[in-house]
């Protein structure tokens, strides 16, 4: 995965957007984070970039850790918020470019899940660059994971032509875009959003299994 080059794709979309939003529309409430609004977004990204380089802070991130992040910057304008990140972007991208470690490329994980989050929220049409290869990631480190007992699975990016097995057998096999198939991952989608996708087999026994993070309350569309 070319970590430095989403990264740095995603911050460039996002300053720009900032640049040209108002006041009501920093204040939107974000959905897929349904305690922020678009600006403590930014404040979140804004603060685990300063905090991963200055070494307080190693990935993965906790509750407890992003709302410290967006709390610590409530008194901030998005200027200072996209400056702060934006002075702390370098001293990432070189981390980003040596670090072997997995838990390094997952500031790019977040960057790219926020960026569609404050898309979403604003109604504007998601960026879809790249997904098919942070679906890789994350499904390489799924597999790695995949419960024993689970039915074999596999999974189809519909769009970019490739496919992933996880686990023995690949009795059940579920299809769909490289974004959507990601955004659930994510857990950008809710449960019964995930098991309306295209599935050959029953996905009930494995579905606690398919969200990273914990699937989404309501359902969301991007």
């Known amino acids: 995965m070319d970590s430095v080059r989403i990264y740095s794709e995603v911050q460039e979309r996002l300053l720009a957007l900032a640049a040209e939003l108002d006041d009501a529309a920093l204040g939107t409430a974000v959905p897929a984070c349904p305690d922020w609004t678009v600006q403590q977004t930014y404040a979140h990204l804004a603060g685990l970039c300063a905090e991963v380089v200055a070494g307080t802070f190693t990935p993965p991130a906790s509750d407890e850790a992003t709302a410290r992040q967006v709390a610590e910057r409530a008194d901030r304008g998005i200027g200072e918020l996209c400056d702060e990140w934006r002075a702390a972007t370098p001293a ?37 660059g790249h997904a098919d290869t942070l679906l890789d990631f994350s499904l390489t480190g799924l597999g790695r994971a995949w419960p024993g007992h689970a039915p074999g699975l596999t999974v189809t990016a519909t769009d970019a032509g490739r496919s992933w097995t996880l686990g023995p057998g690949g009795t059940l096999h579920w299809r769909g875009t490289a974004f959507e198939l990601y955004r659930a991952l994510m857990g950008r989608r809710t449960p019964g959003q995930i098991a309306a996708m295209d599935w050959t087999g029953d996905p009930a026994p494995i579905l606690p299994a398919l969200s990273l993070l914990p699937a989404a309350a309501e359902p969301l569309t991007v």
């Open 92 to 128: 990432l991208l070189e981390l980003l470019g040596t670090e072997t470690r997995l838990r390094y490329r997952l500031p790019v994980v977040d960057a790219w899940t926020h960026e569609n989050d404050i898309r979403g929220a604003l109604g504007l049409e998601p960026a879809t």
